[in-house]
């Protein structure tokens, strides 16, 4: 019983990130994280405004996932990156309908519409959904605090929203419920994508992902592409978020979570609101009033105190999901 229990614990123990292994995860999913937080701005100022639009949001959508797709292709190549395996695919398309197509369609399409501060506090709650999604895929199991402070910042996320909706009664916008359909698109990419890169590179789960979208991207984008003219600023920004937030930022930000856990370094994201909305006021020349400050920072404490609860391994005796089995030679 004691040999037993022993490999067990040596079975725990070896599944835990190793503490350089955690620090050097949390350094790259902090870079994956000053990545991402230009992407809510930079997208505003490729689609434009109501007023002044530029291009579709279905234009950037598809087109960033179809310019990072060719540079991933001429990646995979250079790296001479074998096939997936069969139990691989799945995961990736997973990944490919939560980050190449949900969150780049709902987040462009929803950003014409709303500021990229307003828009900054309604995906506050990402590191929360994403630690979610780990610890399900993980077979972890969350403590009580961990979900209320879950249901307290999603709560904030929707007060702010029925709040800032310009309309009477308790509704929500319908940028607003695109916004929350990237946020959960997100959640589920971000933590499918981190259980992948503990077995494959971790460039290459999203360069497959986006390969595996290609053949619905690339039409798409082409049947958007715009006929009026666009605004130089507009290409520098769907540039930087085909190049970088579709692309680079993926190679820092899964490699960090398979590294450090996706529980504890989806966490980083903490900071990404409050750098989105900093970012925006230069860029965009958007203001921060007293509202929008106030709940930032009320859904950044939510997460904060979030991120110290306790989340309970059960993965001894339940493997993973998505898990690659393995036979002993």
Known sequence: MNKAQAATNNKATSMSPHPHAVRNGLLLGTLGVVIFA???????????????????????????????????????????????????????????????????????????????????????????????????????????????????????????????????????????????????????????????????????????????????????????YPQATIKFEAWLGFFYVAVFSQWLGFFAWYRGLALGGTVRVSQVQLLQPFLSMLFAVPILGERLDALTIGFGLAVIATVAIGRKMPVRDTHTTTPPLFETKTTSS
């Not at 307003?118 to 009580?144: D, F, I, K, N, Y």
């Not at 910042?153 to 990237?182: K, N, P, Y």
């Open 38 to 224: 230009l992407t809510l701005p930079l997208t505003r100022l490729a689609v434009g405004t109501p007023e002044a639009p530029q291009m579709s949001g279905v234009f950037v959508s598809a087109g960033r996932a179809t310019v990072a797709a060719l540079l991933s292709i001429v990646f995979l190549w250079v790296t001479h990156a074998p096939m997936p395996k069969r139990t691989d695919w799945l995961p990736l398309c997973v990944v490919t309908l939560g980050v190449v197509f949900g969150f780049p369609m709902f987040s462009s399409v929803a950003m014409r519409h709303v500021e990229a501060v307003h828009a900054s506090v309604m995906l506050g709650v990402v590191p929360l959904a994403t630690a979610l999604v780990g610890a399900w895929l993980h077979r972890q199991r969350p403590s009580a605090g961990f979900w209320v402070c879950a249901g307290l910042g999603t709560a904030l996320v929707v007060t702010f929203a029925v709040l800032r909706s310009g309309q009477s009664g308790l509704t929500l916008a319908g940028a607003d419920i695109l916004l929350l359909l990237a946020m959960a698109c997100a959640a589920v990419g971000y933590g499918v994508g981190a259980l992948l890169s503990q077995r494959l590179r971790a460039d290459h789960v999203i360069c497959w992902a986006l390969v595996i979208g290609l053949p619905l991207n690339m039409p798409l984008a082409l049947a958007e």
